[in-house]
């Protein structure tokens, strides 16, 4: 069965630093990776997803097939980074596709 | 905006009862999927429709079903509620199945079972 790790319920940084955003995932097939974000009051929102290899907000993720992992990186981190985010994945083929399997989050809080 | 809405917001019920949650999808949006989201844990998959038929289910008993009509609105039903289905509901649409595909999420539906 499917099953994406966050192993860090809550993460705190301060204005500036690096941040990284830990997600494993094990899965039998060919997954597809997605972060998703959901800032206060609003609603849950795609952020980045591997296949579009591209850096959003400053955001980053590489999909490490060896280590089944698909961290979240920002170098700078800035106070308006600060939500909840998900890491999910889906089977990347066929009619299964769009059926996600979320992580349990991590709480990103920077800090002026 | 996505354009995804739900409703109710926010709903009480009592053990044993039933509810329907709606969800209006953006136009042209072919693919619904719906989400349980216990407090402090990630959405958890229910089921998929595409053009008003299931088209996958997560592990939920059959008492959760639902509907998708040709207005791109749908339903999850949930029957003989029980106090573990105290939780948020979200629903979320999609033009297709295609690999790349965006799926846009609503607010959410909270239900609080008594």
């Known amino acids: 069965a499917q099953r994406v790790t966050q192993p860090e319920k809550l993460l705190s940084v301060f204005k500036g630093a690096p941040v990284e955003l830990k997600c494993n995932y094990s899965y039998s097939g060919s997954p597809e990776l997605f972060w998703y974000v959901q800032y206060s009051r609003q609603r849950l929102q795609l952020l980045l997803r591997h296949i579009s290899r591209e850096s959003i907000k400053g955001f980053t993720a590489d999909l490490n097939k060896g280590e089944t992992s698909f961290h979240l990186k920002k170098p700078f981190a800035q106070e308006e980074d600060s939500a909840m985010y998900y890491c999910?994945?889906?089977?990347?083929?066929?009619?299964?596709?769009?059926?996600?399997?979320f992580g349990q989050g991590t709480i990103l809080t920077v800090h002026p | 905006e996505t354009g995804v809405t739900q409703s109710p917001t926010h709903l009480i019920k009592t053990r044993g009862q039933q509810v329907t949650l709606r969800c209006s999808s953006q136009s042209g949006h072919n693919t619904v999927s719906w989400y349980q989201q216990a407090l402090g844990q990630g959405p958890q998959f229910i089921f998929q429709y595409y053009r008003e038929e299931e088209n996958g289910r997560g592990n939920f008993p059959p008492r959760f079903s639902g509907l998708q009509f040709p207005n791109y609105s749908s339903e999850l039903n949930v029957n003989a509620l029980e106090l573990d289905d105290s939780a948020l509901y979200l629903c979320?649409?999609?033009?297709?199945?295609?690999?790349?595909?965006?799926?846009?999420f609503g607010p959410g539906t909270r239900l609080l079972v008594l």
């Open positions: 999910a994945l889906t089977y990347a083929g066929g009619t299964s596709y769009g059926k996600l399997t």
């Open positions: 979320a649409s999609s033009p297709g199945q295609r690999r790349g595909e965006t799926q846009y």
